[in-house]
């Protein structure tokens, strides 16, 4: 089926409540010291997430930084983000990304690692070769001044602390997709698709969109596209044709068999969307009768092999999408809790959110940040801001990236967004920015510029006033940029859509921020050889 309006994607971290165990360290300079801070996140017993801040407390911009220091036995690095880590040993090297820029006199700067084992304070560091608390070097014997625990927490912490998240497999940012169930019908788009376009090389993570929330509770989409489509040799991942007798077929075997092509490729199921989201109103009533039927479906004994997680995408708790939710603030966070308590805390939880940044919006009816500890990752659906559902206009590109003189309403853009969600709390790196490999447009046009009437949606392959990437880079190629995303005009037709290019300065954006990745909608609105996502991959690289 398709969806329709609004469409949902998120992203990022595993950041769950600051236990802050800082270590301040600082290198002598003329006008003040450099200095930085390494702050326990969180620690699951085997493994631990460790914040590092740098801070220019000189009267001068710094150029450059390097921290050395050596880790305890026992603990490791094993992936970090946003500098540049080499290690001999357990002596380790970090270094600015040259995307960061100079440190102003007075400015910040942060980046992180999850280790191996528990948190420890490091040893014997140094600041750009000066000693990390002033003066000259440490003494490579110098001891911790406070000694960390040495054995793991408890299994089940206390009712009150949200459980901690297992932290991603590897490093870097986050390049997560929506592969939609419906794409097998008339797109013709497969899960082999994902390979040969040379996508599923640089994703991270494949959200499988999706399940239907009826009655409360998670049940099947399509249980033809799922698990019964026979594939032909031609059409298969490994070019192995189904049988009829085999117990899995349809999406999720081609997907097992995209796994096992790409071991660190990861799949999430994703439940709700614009068309299904209804059942979250009931699921809200009873979260823990919700969790139990979504960890049957999920783990069922016919696919336990295929998700490693699972994405909700509840447009909207306690406002209104294609119907009105009444939950109220507190209904999204009791249903993440509840699935975070039944998956427990090696499975991956996400969640596609609003991203109306404007006041008193849908941000603002929901408890996202009392929510964000359960999840490992939040995705702002920064797109379908504007678009032919107000038939007249004015026109407006769907998904701008900053605001712009003549925008139709205020917070009504990415960074709104953004900036929003991170004032109420939501570390940066657990949001992904959103990206539409889609354009929107109108007909009956006569303005080039945005801001212009219309008398329509323009028309669409499969649906008015929407068009995929690959075919409106050829049908109506980008003329201009506004608020960091392109448009064009047609005849009488107005598109608003992103290319490589303003990809690249999303990406830019992305690391700027801070941010934990991108995400997008949807793998089949892209070309054949995977233009857009080559952009998020090289952007984000």
């Known amino acids: 089926m398709e969806r329709s309006l609004r469409r949902a994607l998120w992203a990022t971290g595993a950041v769950v409540a600051l236990a ?24 699951w017993g085997t493994g631990h997430e ?27 690095i094993s992936t970090f983000w946003d500098a540049d880590v080499t290690s001999s040993g357990n002596h380790y090297v970090a270094v600015k990304k040259s995307w960061a820029g100079p440190l102003a006199p007075g400015a910040s700067f942060s980046w992180g690692y999850n280790g191996t ?135 999720f075997n081609q997907l097992r068999k995209l796994k096992r092509m790409y071991p660190n490729l990861k799949v999430l199921w994703s439940f709700g969307g614009w068309t299904w989201s209804a059942g979250f109103t009931q699921a809200a009533q009873n979260p823990a009768a919700f969790a139990d039927s979504c960890y049957a479906l999920v783990k069922d004994p016919r696919w336990p092999d295929v998700f ?7 447009e909207y708790p306690n406002a209104c999408g294609l119907q009105c939710d009444s939950s109220g603030p507190n209904a999204f966070k009791n249903v993440v809790s509840a699935l975070r308590g039944k998956f427990g805390s090696s499975f991956l939880i996400t969640a596609a959110i ?3 940044g404007s006041n008193g919006g849908k941000i603002d009816a929901a408890d996202y940040a009392g929510a964000a500890p359960y999840l490992n990752w939040i995705m702002p659906m920064t797109y379908d801001y504007f678009g032919a559902w107000a038939a007249q206009g004015p026109t407006a590109p769907h998904s701008p990236l900053t605001s712009y003189t003549g925008i139709p309403q205020q917070g009504f853009w990415s960074d709104a967004a953004i900036q929003k969600l ?32 219309a008398t329509g949606p323009a028309p669409g392959t499969y649906e008015q006033g929407i068009e995929d990437y690959k075919v409106l880079k050829n049908s109506c190629p980008a003329t201009g940029t506004v608020g960091g995303t392109a448009y064009a005009k047609c005849g009488s037709n107005w598109w608003s859509y992103d290319t490589p290019a303003t990809i690249g300065g999303k990406m830019t954006y992305v690391k700027n921020q801070g941010l934990g990745g991108a995400f997008f909608w949807e793998l089949s609105g892209d070309t054949s050889n995977g233009e857009l996502i080559g952009a998020i991959k090289g952007g984000l690289g």
């Not at 801040?53 to 150029?63: F, H, L």
Request: include cysteine.
């Open 20 to 43: 802050v165990a800082a270590v301040p360290m600082a290198t002598a300079s003329a006008a003040g010291s450099v200095t930085a801070t390494f702050a326990k996140v969180q620690d």
């Open 50 to 76: 460790t914040k590092v801040t740098v801070t220019n407390g000189t009267s001068a911009s710094v150029d450059t930084w390097r921290i050395e220091f050596d880790l305890p036995a026992g603990t490791t």
């Open 117 to 251: 084992g528990v948190y420890k304070a490091p040893l014997n560091c140094t600041v750009n070769g000066a000693s990390c608390s002033g003066g000259t070097p440490p003494p490579t014997t110098t001891p911790p001044t406070t000694t960390p625990p040495t054995t793991a927490p408890p299994t089940t912490p206390p009712p009150t602390t949200p459980p901690p998240t297992t932290p991603p497999p590897t490093g870097g940012k986050k390049v997560v997709g929506y592969f939609a169930e419906w794409g097998v019908y008339a797109r013709n788009y497969h899960v082999k698709n994902v390979h040969t376009s040379g996508s599923a090389a640089k994703l991270t993570h494949i959200l499988y969109a999706f399940g239907n929330t009826s009655g409360g509770r998670c049940s099947i989409g399509d249980s033809y596209a799922d698990y019964d489509k026979a594939y032909t040799a031609a059409d298969s991942v490994d070019g192995v044709a189904d049988t009829w007798d085999q117990p899995l077929r349809g999406n």
């Open 308 to 314: 490693d997680g699972i994405d909700i995408d509840w």
């Open 354 to 356: 609003t991203a109306d």
């Open 422 to 453: 991170k004032g109420k709390g939501i570390p940066s790196d657990k949001l992904l920015l959103g990206i539409g490999f889609y354009g929107r447009g109108w007909t009956g046009v006569t303005q080039s510029a945005p801001g212009g009437t």
